[in-house]
């Protein structure tokens, strides 16, 4: 029997062990990362959010916006077609009869009066409103004017329109800025819009009730009274 053989201990472990002993590989530390993150959340709570947030609240408030003044649009195109159908009928059919039949006088003008109010600020809703104004780079530069709307950059020339849009893409918080400035603006147009909208069909919903109940009158007192003579 052969003795059996001694192996010398751990050379790795003796060089990392001064006493000479084994006390295992030797574990590797990784440099703390808890600082830097930190940093990074402090900035991400102190600033206005990821580059990816804003634009996306951006392009959705943009796209709300316009999805809504699509919709007061169309709004404003049905009330003017309904109005103006309800006219022609009426000045077509009555016309003619309201100097024999005087009695027809007070509906018809009740409810044409009403639908030509609705008409009327149906067609203002509708109406375009640019503020168009002149503005030089001065202006943009200073704040004072969004470049971002074409009615202001529309009297600028076009070498300062590209200057001033150069100067603007340079610098995000200018251009942020602009961009929350141009979504008011469109907020306040369609804050006008909705309130001429309700205007004209609340002028339409007044005009088509007491217009039909006058009718409704005329037809009891006039015709079931005196035996239908009157409209013979």
């Known amino acids: 029997m052969e003795p059996e053989q001694e192996y010398p201990p751990n050379a790795d472990a003796g060089q990392n062990d001064p006493s000479g002993a084994f006390s295992g590989p030797e574990m590797k530390t990784e440099p703390s990362i808890e600082e830097p993150l930190t940093e990074k959340k402090k900035k991400k709570k102190d600033g206005l959010g990821s580059s990816r947030g804003i634009e996306t609240m951006f392009r959705t408030s943009y796209r709300v916006h316009m999805d809504l003044s699509s919709i007061a649009d169309t709004k404003a195109n049905i009330m003017i077609s309904i109005n103006g159908l309800i006219i022609s009928i009426l000045i077509a059919s009555l016309s003619s009869k309201i100097d024999t039949h005087p009695y027809l006088l007070v509906p018809t003008t009740i409810m044409l009066l009403g639908c030509l109010v609705s008409i009327v600020i149906a067609i203002l809703s509708a109406r375009p409103r640019v503020n168009s104004q002149y503005?030089?780079?001065?202006?943009v530069r200073n704040n004072r004017a969004n470049i971002l709307f074409f009615g202001h950059f529309a009297n600028m020339k076009e070498a300062e329109f590209v200057e001033g849009m150069t100067e603007l893409l340079r610098t995000p918080t200018a251009l942020y800025q602009?961009?929350?400035?141009?979504i008011y603006g469109l907020g306040l147009v369609l804050s006008t819009k909705f309130k001429l909208l309700r205007m004209a069909y609340t002028s339409f919903m007044?005009?088509?009730?007491?217009?039909?109940?006058?009718?409704?009158?005329?037809?009891?007192?006039?015709?079931?009274?005196?035996?239908?003579s009157l409209l013979q």
Do not use: E, P
Request: charged letters at 20%; aromatic letters at 10%.
């Open 135 to 139: 503005i030089s780079l001065d202006d």
């Open 178 to 182: 602009n961009m929350i400035r141009d």
């Open 206 to 228: 007044i005009s088509l009730s007491l217009g039909i109940l006058a009718f409704i009158w005329v037809y009891v007192k006039v015709v079931m009274d005196q035996g239908g």
